[in-house]
Nanobody, 121 residues
Framework: QVQLVESGGGLVQPGGSLRMSCAAS????????MGWYRQAPGKERELVAT????????NYADSVKGRFTVSRDNAKNIVYLQMNSLEPEDTAVYYC??????????????WGQGTQVTVSS
Protein backbone atom coordinates (compact mmCIF):
# COMPACT_ATOMS: atom_id res chain seq x y z
CA GLN A 1 0.00 0.00 0.00
CA VAL A 2 1.09 3.57 -0.71
CA GLN A 3 0.32 6.67 1.31
CA LEU A 4 0.53 10.29 0.18
CA VAL A 5 0.60 12.85 2.97
CA GLU A 6 0.16 16.52 2.09
CA SER A 7 0.99 19.60 4.09
CA GLY A 8 1.17 23.35 3.66
CA GLY A 9 -2.27 24.51 2.59
CA GLY A 10 -4.15 27.30 4.30
CA LEU A 11 -5.55 30.80 4.01
CA VAL A 12 -3.64 33.50 2.16
CA GLN A 13 -4.43 36.97 0.82
CA PRO A 14 -4.52 37.67 -2.91
CA GLY A 15 -1.02 38.16 -4.22
CA GLY A 16 0.45 36.01 -1.47
CA SER A 17 2.39 32.76 -1.59
CA LEU A 18 2.10 29.25 -0.23
CA ARG A 19 4.33 26.20 -0.45
CA MET A 20 2.87 22.74 -0.21
CA SER A 21 4.59 19.41 0.05
CA CYS A 22 3.53 15.80 -0.38
CA ALA A 23 5.46 12.77 0.82
CA ALA A 24 4.94 9.30 -0.61
CA SER A 25 5.62 6.25 1.52
CA UNK A 26 4.84 2.56 1.63
CA UNK A 27 5.35 -0.20 -0.89
CA UNK A 28 6.94 1.77 -3.73
CA UNK A 29 8.89 0.10 -6.51
CA UNK A 30 9.21 3.12 -8.76
CA UNK A 31 7.47 6.48 -9.04
CA UNK A 32 6.82 7.54 -12.62
CA UNK A 33 5.51 10.98 -11.76
CA MET A 34 4.10 13.08 -8.97
CA GLY A 35 2.05 16.21 -9.03
CA TRP A 36 -0.92 18.24 -7.95
CA TYR A 37 -4.55 18.51 -8.95
CA ARG A 38 -7.26 20.73 -7.53
CA GLN A 39 -11.01 20.82 -7.24
CA ALA A 40 -13.03 23.94 -6.61
CA PRO A 41 -16.65 23.81 -5.38
CA GLY A 42 -18.98 22.81 -8.19
CA LYS A 43 -16.13 22.06 -10.57
CA GLU A 44 -14.32 18.97 -11.76
CA ARG A 45 -10.88 18.04 -10.53
CA GLU A 46 -8.22 19.55 -12.77
CA LEU A 47 -4.50 19.21 -13.29
CA VAL A 48 -2.34 21.89 -11.71
CA ALA A 49 1.21 20.64 -12.26
CA THR A 50 3.11 17.39 -12.60
CA UNK A 51 6.75 16.36 -12.72
CA UNK A 52 8.29 13.11 -13.94
CA UNK A 53 10.94 11.17 -12.08
CA UNK A 54 12.94 10.57 -15.23
CA UNK A 55 14.38 13.88 -16.49
CA UNK A 56 12.12 15.99 -14.29
CA UNK A 57 9.75 16.96 -17.07
CA UNK A 58 7.04 19.34 -15.89
CA ASN A 59 3.54 20.06 -17.09
CA TYR A 60 1.43 22.99 -15.93
CA ALA A 61 -2.13 24.13 -16.35
CA ASP A 62 -2.23 27.31 -18.42
CA SER A 63 -3.89 29.15 -15.54
CA VAL A 64 -0.89 28.66 -13.24
CA LYS A 65 2.04 28.99 -15.66
CA GLY A 66 4.49 31.60 -14.47
CA ARG A 67 3.02 31.63 -10.95
CA PHE A 68 3.37 28.05 -9.69
CA THR A 69 6.45 25.84 -9.64
CA VAL A 70 6.48 22.09 -9.09
CA SER A 71 9.64 20.35 -7.90
CA ARG A 72 10.74 17.03 -6.42
CA ASP A 73 13.14 15.44 -4.02
CA ASN A 74 13.51 12.03 -5.65
CA ALA A 75 15.58 10.60 -2.81
CA LYS A 76 12.81 11.34 -0.31
CA ASN A 77 9.80 10.80 -2.62
CA ILE A 78 8.52 14.31 -1.92
CA VAL A 79 6.89 16.69 -4.37
CA TYR A 80 6.52 20.41 -3.72
CA LEU A 81 4.27 23.08 -5.14
CA GLN A 82 5.39 26.68 -4.75
CA MET A 83 2.44 28.97 -5.42
CA ASN A 84 3.07 32.68 -5.94
CA SER A 85 0.81 35.57 -6.92
CA LEU A 86 -2.18 33.64 -5.68
CA GLU A 87 -5.60 34.67 -6.91
CA PRO A 88 -9.09 34.03 -5.49
CA GLU A 89 -9.62 31.70 -8.46
CA ASP A 90 -6.92 29.43 -7.04
CA THR A 91 -9.16 28.59 -4.09
CA ALA A 92 -9.74 24.84 -4.10
CA VAL A 93 -8.91 21.58 -2.42
CA TYR A 94 -5.50 20.53 -3.70
CA TYR A 95 -4.73 16.84 -4.11
CA CYS A 96 -1.35 15.23 -4.40
CA UNK A 97 -1.08 12.52 -7.06
CA UNK A 98 1.48 9.85 -7.75
CA UNK A 99 1.75 7.41 -10.65
CA UNK A 100 3.57 4.40 -9.29
CA UNK A 101 4.93 1.44 -11.24
CA UNK A 102 5.26 -2.10 -9.94
CA UNK A 103 8.02 -4.58 -10.80
CA UNK A 104 6.37 -5.50 -14.10
CA UNK A 105 5.73 -1.86 -15.03
CA UNK A 106 2.01 -1.79 -14.33
CA UNK A 107 0.85 1.72 -13.45
CA UNK A 108 -1.23 2.65 -10.42
CA UNK A 109 -2.64 6.03 -9.42
CA UNK A 110 -2.62 7.18 -5.82
CA TRP A 111 -4.14 10.30 -4.25
CA GLY A 112 -3.57 12.27 -1.11
CA GLN A 113 -6.38 13.23 1.24
CA GLY A 114 -6.55 16.79 -0.08
CA THR A 115 -5.64 20.08 1.53
CA GLN A 116 -7.65 23.29 1.39
CA VAL A 117 -6.16 26.43 -0.14
CA THR A 118 -8.23 29.59 0.29
CA VAL A 119 -7.22 32.88 -1.30
CA SER A 120 -9.21 35.70 0.20
CA SER A 121 -8.81 39.13 1.70
Amino acid sequence: QVQLVESGGGLVQPGGSLRMSCAASGSIFRIASMGWYRQAPGKERELVATITTNRGRTNYADSVKGRFTVSRDNAKNIVYLQMNSLEPEDTAVYYCHAEILDAVWRSYNYWGQGTQVTVSS
